[in-house]
């Protein structure tokens, strides 16, 4: 979608005028990864207007493959206006227009399965589950067990103002158990299952091989249901990482941002504390910039801060620019 942010705080009623960017879970991912310099391709639809103008040229921008995505000469892009506030918590305003939009006509028959299936991760996410039914079937196509199937990451990313009653969330459930990374927060978990803590949400998703659980300020938690080899047992691994101290300029994509640097990670075979560490890092880029999309810390800059012990670890504190610092490092970082 595109996404109007407002010039200044207050309710929507009141704010006179918005500045442009995009928006959207699996495009803020795409850019981010894209940013960093791994290979992505974004697979959607937009209108044949100008705000799909602007949403595949801005997402090309950052170094994203959009040559799957297709034009809709029928439908409009999507948009959405929100406050400044945190749109988790009550003290915000969302406003979306997408009900209709080239994005919520995605079906297994209007969209290229060959080049969602082509590369080695598929990240999708819930927010599309809810857009229409043709959305859904095609995320149970895309979910669907068979020869070929890439990595198939999910984020739940419950929003319960696009569902049409509580019990069609069950739906994420049913979709989280058929991928191989799960991202799910704890908060969402209990509002839309009803499951209370790390433990409860494990039980209900035993099929991921990978559960992300994220804790608020609590941090995140890992679940590798893969035991190591020369374990002694078949319990698999715990990792919890709390997150550093971060001065919050807007509390928005940081999901999306941790979504990426977490998926970042095993990309480069980097073990899961080091995932959690990346995803925290990234979502901290996002915390402290403006907008649903930042762009990552620097590859050497991240690794840097990811490498230190606990102790560094649990006093660093990132404020907004600290993702500028020695930039110049990541010039010719390989993919």
């Keep these: ?63 994203v493959d959009v040559t799957r995505v297709q034009r809709d000469p029928d439908r409009p892009t999507g948009v959405y206006f929100r406050t400044a506030g945190d749109r988790g918590t009550d003290a915000h305003e969302v406003a979306y227009y997408r009900a209709g939009s080239a994005a919520s006509a995605m079906s297994p028959a209007t969209v290229d399965l060959a080049a969602a299936r082509a590369g080695r991760v598929l990240h999708l996410s819930g927010i599309t589950a809810a857009l229409s039914d043709g959305c859904r079937e095609l995320l149970h196509e895309l979910t669907a067990p068979g020869p070929g199937r890439p990595l198939v990451s999910f984020d ?20 989280a158990r058929r991928a191989d990374i799960v991202f799910v927060g704890a908060d969402e978990a209990r509002d839309a299952w009803g499951l209370h803590g790390a433990r409860a949400i494990a039980e209900a998703l035993p099929e991921p091989a990978l559960l992300v659980v994220k804790l608020g300020r609590g941090g ?101 620019g600290w993702t500028h610092a020695e930039q110049a490092e990541e010039e010719g970082a390989p993919p």
């Design 220 to 320: 995140a938690v890992v679940l590798d249901k893969e035991p190591p080899k020369d374990a002694e047992d078949a319990t698999g691994t715990a990792v919890l990482v709390r997150p550093p101290r971060v001065d919050v300029v807007a509390a928005v994509g940081a999901g999306d941002a941790f979504a990426a640097g977490f998926l970042s990670a095993p990309l480069r075979g980097l073990p899961l504390t080091a995932r959690l560490r990346h995803g925290h890092l990234w979502a901290a880029a996002a915390l402290t910039t403006p907008g649903d999309l930042a762009a990552p810390p620097g590859r050497a800059h991240a690794d840097r801060l990811a490498a230190v012990d606990d102790t560094a670890w649990g006093t660093l504190r990132l404020g907004p």
């Design 156 to 175: 739940v990313n419950h929003r319960p103002g696009l569902w049409r009653s509580p019990a069609d969330a069950r739906e994420l459930l049913e979709l």
């Design 1 to 63: 979608m595109v996404t109007f942010l407002p010039t200044r705080p207050g309710r929507l009623a009141d704010v006179p005028s918005f500045d442009r960017a995009i928006g959207g879970a699996e495009s803020n991912v795409a850019c981010m990864l894209a940013a960093a310099g791994h290979r992505v391709r974004w697979v959607s639809r937009v209108g044949t207007d100008g705000f799909g103008d602007h949403l595949v040229e801005t997402v090309g921008s950052y170094g």
